[in-house]
């Protein structure tokens, strides 16, 4: 670059002024080809420098930006992506918590509520509402808890089902507890646990058909009682 | 100088979001920046109709209190509250007519008090006055219907109620009386509901209450387990107490989203 | 026979009540009593409750003795040591005292309490209770 003399007028035609402005304008909206295009790259005077500066500076400019753009594109996709994945989370949390308490009634007036999986407080509290409720508004005399899909117990997960049970029975309907395997029975042996009050039996079907030869028991003793009233 | 948008802005903050508040102000559109002091009957009973409407569809339950709390920052008689929401009166921390009003010969007086911006949090606080058997039933009922304003599940409701019940019991026998606090907020976990019991009855001396903890402790009147009954309820409990200092039980519940 | 249906009041009934009025009337069904309990049981009622009902159960020569409380949605330590106490009470008697239609956030609430309500029996209806106390004679 040539030491510039202050004195020195330079000359240029009104015309290019107006396409540098111009250029200007377009690059401040983003439109560089356009802008690029107004920039001329002929000249050989004083203004020409100013013109060959904006023209390398723009040019940079619009490689940084397009990165920029693409650098956000991006961002944006996999932030939707994400977004995606945890709204299906969600969807799936929601899913496992409906589908770990699935109350069946397996006949009338009994309950069976089958538990896979860890159960900790949380979760006891959640499937102890459910079934509380299911009794309530079933009008069911039993609940059979049947945990042939839990392997090992510890003594607080025993400690939810002995409270489940007890609501149960405070509801005035009676619970049973089913398919215990046999490291579960060693160990609530082992640790002390409490059962009194909470029938156990081998299976489901155990369960049910001792609840029905009960009811008809019952059902003979009433109409028996009947007759003779 | 006190403008309607400071009056109203002192009795919104905390409870409801800005966008209420500025959706309030459109509507209000020059009233809102007039002085309180300079308003006429009839702008006095627009901008609560404006509340009211606004507060409805917001707040729901307690659009009654806040109403009133307005109804005292604009200067208005207090006693004039229109709608009982939870029956009790309520005033502004923004406000300087912090007493609440004795409603009827009523000795449960609730005070509402919506934060100020100032203290930056949503914590909705209601105190009760704890003296009579009634008292404990009235405690009880606000302490359902708040649980299930902030979204507590029916259960938890249930046992917030049951906690509210046994700690008023104890002050009513015990102490004689008391207060029963309930702090409504928020955390990253959901809504939570802070239960503060407090009187300045005869205090429980270090010996009794081991017997409490143990579960051996049996008053005359066969009280005496519910202590330990709120204890086990909730996951959060604090307990501050001794002869001669009154008794103080703090007792948080929590909803899960 | 009619089921004792959940009524759906709302919470505390605390309308006042002094003593025995129609909102603790004790009925009598075959050789048992029951009572649908609406009001606050507070110290005063519930001595004034167990008081006549003992006094039916001995005229009546009663067999059992029903409490429906679905009316009731709290049922604190206070609440559950009368339900114990008219339960002894009734026992010493020589009857059988039944609890009806607790409330499933209720008997949630008693079993994380840890209180007993273990002086009385429960039974999901009134239907259930009358049935088992038949079974008894």
């Known amino acids: 670059m040539q030491p510039e003399d202050p004195q020195t007028i330079v000359e240029f035609s009104h015309e290019r ?11 401040a909206i983003d439109d ?43 961002a944006e996709v996999s932030n939707r992506e994400l977004e995606a994945k ?11 918590r409906e589908l770990s308490t699935p109350l069946i009634e397996v006949w009338s007036g009994v309950l069976c509520l089958p538990v896979v999986g860890i159960v900790d407080s949380q979760r006891s509290a959640e499937m102890t509402e459910s079934l509380l409720e299911a009794i309530v508004n079933k009008q069911a005399r039993i609940a059979i808890i049947d945990i042939t899909g839990i392997d090992a117990m510890d003594t607080k997960t025993a400690d939810h089902f002995i409270k489940m049970a007890k609501a149960v029975r405070l509801l005035g309907a009676d619970c049973t507890l089913s398919g215990i395997n046999p490291a579960i029975a060693q160990t609530l042996t082992h640790i002390g646990v409490d059962l009194t009050g909470v029938r156990t039996m081998r299976n489901l079907r155990d369960a049910l058909q001792t609840f029905l030869r009960e009811q008809s028991a019952i059902n003979l003793k009433i109409h028996a009682g009947q007759a003779q009233g | ?63 009654g209190e806040l109403l009133a709390a307005c109804e005292r920052a604009l200067g208005e008689s207090g006693g004039s ?56 039933a009235t405690a009880r009922l606000e302490a ?14 249930v046992k917030v109620a049951t906690a509210v019940s046994e700690l008023a019991r104890n002050i009513v026998f015990y102490a004689g009386k008391g207060t029963v606090e309930l702090v409504a907020n928020e955390d990253d ?69 | ?88 009470s009734v026992r010493f008697m020589g009857a059988e005292c039944y609890i009806v239609g607790i409330r499933p956030a209720v008997a949630m609430t008693l079993i994380e309490m840890g209180v007993e309500l273990d002086s009385v029996s429960t039974a999901l209806n009134l239907d259930l209770a009358l049935e088992r106390l038949e079974l008894l004679q």
């Open chain 2, 144 to 157: 359902w219907s708040e649980a299930v304003r902030i979204g507590l599940s029916k259960f938890t409701a």
């Open chain 2, 1 to 63: 100088m006190r403008t309607v948008e400071d009056a109203i802005g002192a009795v919104l903050s905390g409870a409801i979001s800005a966008i209420t508040q500025r959706s309030i102000f459109n509507r209000l559109g020059g009233l809102a920046r007039t002085p309180v002091a300079q308003l006429g009957a009839a702008e006095r009973q627009t901008i609560l109709k404006e509340l009211e409407s606004s507060l409805r569809l917001f707040a729901r339950s307690s659009s």
């Open chain 1, 32 to 74: 560089f080809d356009a802008c690029m295009s107004l920039l001329r790259e002929d000249g050989s005077d004083t203004f020409a420098w100013l013109e060959a500066g904006f023209n390398d500076f723009l040019g940079q400019l619009k490689i940084i930006k397009a990165d920029l753009q693409g650098a956000l594109a991006r």
């Open chain 2, 189 to 257: 976990r959901g809504p939570t509901l802070n239960i503060v019991a407090s009187d300045q009855g005869p205090g429980i001396e270090p010996r009794k209450l081991e017997e409490i903890w143990s579960g051996t402790y049996k008053s005359q009147r066969g009280m005496g387990k519910g202590l330990l009954a709120v204890k086990k309820l909730t996951s959060d409990f604090h307990l501050d107490t001794g002869p001669g200092k009154g008794t103080r039980v703090t007792c948080l519940f929590r909803g899960d989203r």
């Open chain 1, 86 to 96: 945890l709204e299906t989370i969600e969807r799936q949390q929601a899913a496992i």
């Open chain 1, 17 to 27: 002024l107006e396409d540098l402005i111009q250029a200007l304008a377009y690059a």
């Open chain 3, 1 to 88: 026979m009619k089921r004792a249906s959940a009524s759906t009041g709302h919470m505390g009934s605390h309308n006042g009540t002094r003593a025995m009025d129609q909102n603790l009337a004790i009925i009598q069904i075959r050789n048992c009593l029951l009572v649908s309990i609406q009001a606050e049981l507070h110290d005063r009622l519930a001595l004034d409750l167990q008081e006549s009902l003992m006094e039916r159960v001995r005229a009546v020569d009663a067999k059992g003795v029903i409490l429906d409380v679905s009316a009731v949605e709290i049922i604190d330590s206070y609440i559950t040591r009368i339900l114990n106490d008219i339960g002894k």
């Open chain 2, 81 to 136: 509250a229109s709608s009982g929401g939870a029956g009790g009166s309520a005033s502004s921390a923004g406000s300087s007519t912090g007493a609440g009003h004795g409603a009827g010969g009523g000795t449960a007086t609730a005070t509402a008090t919506a934060a100020t911006a100032a203290t930056a949090s949503k914590a909705i606080r209601k105190t009760f006055a704890v003296e009579q058997e009634k008292d404990i």
